[in-house]
């Protein structure tokens, strides 16, 4: 229940607020214990750190000050050998100094918890960044090709710029199971044993925009989300080109859309005719090809409702191929 949640949330913060404004001392004990544990060599010797740390509490406080740090040093200890740092460890440290009153081995399941959820979040960030970093990737490849997963897998790993530990963990298993969960693929197949799939390019152009759309509306100030700064290599890899779409480049198309012819101009100010469908106010160039061949599909399906269009290769050597669905 989200209510009863938010409730004990509520709870639990106004007891560390109201636990502090008691305790201020323990929040002055922590930041010269902080102080003393990474001067020293950056020790990891607990005898060596409590020995510095509580000499200068002797030096610099009252009696009463210097018996509460020493107490606090095993306290301390254990949550700084946590390894919890900045603003993780600034949020669960109320929860760890309630949890050291309630006793040592609700201190210890309380970190342990806290490291888990730490963990967990790493690892949803890292999957994150890369399920956008794929995004990206296959946002910028052709529509309707026919690719080998190894050879997609190791691109993106060159891409992607993984350092050896995770490069492991990217694998043609992997990449095949992203595809499927982010439902990338138009179709798939196997040949001579290995694992070929046709991407879905413009769902991933779409996803990839929404994305940097919802990171753009999460600025604080528009300003700042107007200028942001990226090298030429960062701004290389999001360039896209302002060109036509393609009809190849939509899922499906209606048999009964619009269908535009119109005379323009090109760079040298000549005429060129060309002929394209609109949708969602994008235009679509349609090849005189595709119609040619959308003629002889309607020859034996008349009733033909709708289709899509595959393309392969470049320049002189692309093909079209319409696929009735």
């Known amino acids: 229940d989200d209510d009863e949640i938010k409730e004990v949330v509520s709870r639990v913060s106004r007891v560390c607020s109201v636990f502090f404004q008691v305790h201020k001392e323990m929040l002055n004990s922590w930041n010269k214990y902080v102080k003393y544990r990474y001067i020293n060599n950056n020790s990891t010797n607990t005898t060596t750190t409590q020995k510095v740390y509580t000499n200068n509490s002797t030096n610099n406080s009252t009696n009463n000050s210097t018996n509460n740090s020493q107490d606090f040093v095993e306290l301390f200890d254990k949550i700084g050998n946590s390894r919890l740092i900045g603003r993780v460890l600034e949020l669960f440290f109320p929860l760890f100094i309630m949890a050291h009153y309630c006793g040592d081995d609700i201190l210890i399941e309380v970190i342990k918890i806290s490291q888990t959820i730490v963990s967990e979040k790493k690892e949803e960030d890292v999957t994150e960044n890369r399920h956008v970093s794929l995004l990206e990737f296959i946002s910028a490849r052709d529509p309707g090709i026919w690719e080998k997963i190894t050879d997609l897998t190791n691109q993106f790993k060159n891409f992607y710029e ?47 925009r929404l994305f940097r759309i919802k990171k753009w509306k999460l600025k604080p100030n528009w300003k700042e989300a107007t200028q942001v700064k990226m090298n030429i290599k960062e701004f290389a890899k999001s360039y896209e080109p302002q060109k036509m779409k393609l009809i190849s480049d939509l899922d499906s198309v209606k048999s009964t859309i619009e269908f535009k012819t119109e005379t323009r101009k090109d760079r040298e100010n000549k005429d060129y005719l060309i002929n394209f469908i609109v949708i969602d106010g994008v235009e679509y160039r349609v090849p005189i090809s595709v119609v040619e061949q959308l003629k002889v599909v309607l020859e034996t399906k008349p009733d033909l409702e709708t289709f899509k269009v595959s393309k392969t290769g470049e320049g002189m050597a692309t093909k079209y191929q319409v696929i009735p669905l």
């Open 162 to 208: 993984v350092d050896e530990e995770e490069s492991k963990l990217i694998n043609n298993k992997w990449f095949g199971r992203a595809l499927k969960r982010l439902v990338l693929k138009v179709d798939s197949r196997k040949v001579l044993g290995k694992s070929e799939v046709i991407l879905d390019t413009l769902k991933a152009r779409k996803q990839f």
